[in-house]
């Protein structure tokens, strides 16, 4: 068993991971490419450096320590393609502009930072989600983790897009309370070439969390162009009722991760397209209530 993963981020205080107030352990690392991922720098599975430059005060710390930065007339210059992302700049960075993503974390480390918010989540009906990128490609990891907080009474909810082998699911199982399982569309074929999931390992993963009594959420991310039609409304509801049925939390598309992107030096190919209107995720809603399915709109 491994004794340390990679963890991209802790968000403390969270509030969109699950009932009251949440610390968020986010694994890096994920076997899917979905085009709009607000999370793209937990997506590789190696430590990553981003370069906010908007943060940047050219202060040239950065420059003493590492070749990689310049500051040549007024802007800083990365040489991203000779970045070994050792993180070592982004130690003196005073104004935050350089990031690591990726540390290797022990369960006693993660853990140090769950406990110091320990009295709100009995107060909240919190607890800690694990998500990603995909926790459960660190099953084991997260096993141990969520033991650890199940040790201390504190609830675990497991974030993941769910196309894998449920055997990673077991390992994990005996210490949570609760999953949230991402259907990231109604059709294989789609669902294959814009995010690399499988769809029939997905429905089937949400059929076993179901007979072996778990308490499932499906989290269908609502993205325009892709999923937003009632068709794959309708779709989707057949889907869930067929498999589960499970409660279904509809995630508005946003583009907050395009400042990521940027500071990834990559393309988002989802950067001009706008939020879709509240009464049309209304009329989505609709169709999984009349379905019969418990829905509800995440803010």
């Given at each position: 068993?491994?004794?340390?993963?990679?963890?991209?981020d802790?968000?403390?205080?969270s509030?969109?991971?699950?009932p009251g107030?949440?610390t968020?352990?986010f694994?890096?690392?994920?076997?899917?490419?979905c085009?709009?991922?607000?999370?793209?720098e937990?997506?590789?599975?190696?430590?990553?450096l981003?370069?906010?430059?908007r943060l940047c005060?050219?202060?040239?710390?950065?420059?003493?320590i590492c070749?990689?930065?310049?500051i040549v007339e007024?802007?800083?210059?990365?040489?991203?393609?000779?970045?070994?992302?050792?993180?070592?700049?982004?130690?003196?960075?005073?104004s935050g502009?350089l990031?690591l993503y990726?540390?290797?974390?022990s369960?006693?480390d993660?853990?140090?930072?769950?406990?110091?918010?320990e009295e709100?989540?009995?107060?909240?009906g919190?607890?800690?989600t694990?998500?990603?990128?995909?926790?459960?490609?660190?099953a084991?990891?997260c096993?141990?983790?969520?033991?650890e907080?199940?040790?201390?009474?504190?609830?675990?909810?497991?974030?993941?897009?769910?196309?894998?082998?449920?055997?990673q699911?077991e390992?994990?199982l005996?210490f949570?309370?609760?999953?949230?399982?991402?259907?990231?569309?109604d059709s294989?074929?789609?669902m294959?070439?814009q995010?690399?999931?499988?769809?029939?390992?997905?429905?089937d993963?949400?059929?076993?969390l179901?007979?072996?009594?778990?308490?499932?959420t499906?989290?269908i991310?609502?993205?325009p162009?892709?999923?937003d039609?009632?068709?794959?409304?309708?779709k989707?509801?057949?889907?869930?009722k067929a498999?589960?049925?499970?409660?279904?939390?509809?995630?508005?598309f946003h583009?907050?991760?395009?400042?990521k992107?940027?500071?990834?030096?990559t393309?988002?190919?989802y950067s001009?397209?706008?939020?879709?209107?509240?009464?049309r995720?209304?009329?989505l809603?609709?169709?999984?209530?009349n379905?019969?399915?418990?829905?509800?709109i995440?803010?």
């Open positions: 068993m491994k004794n340390k993963a990679l963890i991209s802790i968000q403390h205080f509030l969109g991971d699950g107030i949440r968020t352990v694994f890096k690392g994920c076997n899917l490419s085009l709009w991922c607000h999370n793209p937990s997506i590789s599975s190696g430590p990553e981003l370069f906010f430059e005060s050219r202060c040239s710390r950065c420059a003493l070749p990689c930065h310049q007024g802007r800083h210059l990365f040489r991203r393609e000779k970045c070994v992302s050792c993180g070592k700049c982004a130690q003196f960075c005073p502009a990031k990726g540390k290797s974390m369960a006693e993660i853990m140090e930072e769950i406990l110091q918010d709100f989540y009995f107060q909240s919190g607890g800690v694990l998500s990603g990128g995909e926790p459960l490609l660190q084991e990891f096993a141990l983790l969520a033991q907080c199940q040790k201390r009474g504190i609830p675990v909810i497991i974030d993941t897009a769910g196309s894998l082998s449920y055997a699911f390992k994990v005996p949570i309370t609760g999953v949230y399982l991402d259907l990231k569309g294989s074929q789609k294959l070439e995010t690399g999931a499988k769809l029939e390992l997905i429905l993963n949400l059929s076993r179901i007979k072996d009594k778990i308490d499932v499906v989290r991310p609502v993205i162009g892709y999923n039609t009632p068709q794959s409304a309708v989707s509801a057949q889907y869930i498999y589960g049925p499970a409660p279904v939390n509809l995630i508005p583009r907050l991760g395009s400042q992107y940027a500071a990834m030096g393309n988002y190919a001009q397209i706008p939020p879709l209107a509240p009464d995720l209304e009329q809603l609709k169709i999984y209530t379905a019969g399915l418990e829905a509800e995440m803010k």
